[in-house]
């Protein structure tokens, strides 16, 4: 149980471009969601943490406009980089919530802008 | 203010023998404390994780912890690495929505 998917697992675009991130629980209604951020050799960065139904609270230092998040459904958050620019290539990471206090994290996706 | 550190960035060890990983945190309530396992390109894994009782906490793949309390320490501990145990570690205290996560210590294990 407690499964998170994590769609498309690597993407290449280019630059001025955007991308889509889906994150999915898969057999849990996430209650929270989060999105963090992954440099090489780095421990992760929450970017922004969202609810179902409202507005995401993003980090200090994260471009809201950069990086949209959506959390349209207990089950279903996107991010959507876009005008990506090369900086933005990184690994993205989700997790989700069920109302516990423990986070289920999705394997990932490596963006690459090229 | 939270943080969380684990003071050894990588450490080496030889297959069979014992592993000890550090984390120590500062956090200003009763921390939940979570200790993960990244493999290179993939997600975290939870090894384990305390909230209250036991303060030695038994995980996945032969590992435990234990949370002191007066040393605001969750050492992670497994007594016989295994070659597939290479990975990077995190530590991560928080509570609710607020997750803090160490830097990560990267262990390679040698034949």
């Known amino acids: 149980g407690a499964v998170v998917s994590q769609h498309p697992s690597r993407v290449i675009c280019k630059s001025g471009t955007s991308v889509k991130i889906e994150c999915r629980s898969l057999?849990?209604?996430?209650?929270?969601m989060f999105w963090y951020r992954q440099f090489p050799k780095q421990s992760l960065m929450l970017m922004a943490t969202s609810n179902e139904g409202s507005k995401a609270t993003y980090e200090q230092g994260v471009e809201k406009d950069k990086f949209l998040i959506n959390h349209a459904s207990l089950t279903l958050s996107t991010l959507t980089v876009t005008s990506a620019h090369p900086e933005d290539s990184s690994f993205y990471i989700c997790s989700a919530k069920d109302g516990s206090y423990e986070q289920y994290f999705g394997p990932g996706t490596r963006l690459t802008v090229t | 203010a939270q943080s969380v550190t684990q003071p050894d960035i990588h450490i080496t060890v030889s297959e069979g023998a014992s592993l000890e990983l550090r984390c120590n945190y500062s956090y200003g309530a009763t921390p939940y404390l979570f200790w993960y396992v990244q493999s290179p390109g993939q997600g975290l894994q939870l090894l384990l994780k305390?909230?209250?009782?036991?303060?030695l906490v038994q995980g996945i793949k032969g590992f435990e912890a234990e949370f002191k309390r007066s040393q605001s320490s969750f050492n992670l501990r497994k007594p016989s690495v295994h070659w597939s145990d290479a990975a990077e570690y995190f530590c991560?205290?928080?509570?609710?929505?607020?997750?803090?996560f160490g830097t990560g210590t990267s262990l390679t294990v040698i034949p």
């Open positions: 057999d849990f209604q996430a209650t929270t």
């Open positions: 305390y909230f209250s009782g036991d303060t």
């Open positions: 991560a205290v928080g509570r609710y929505n607020q997750f803090y």
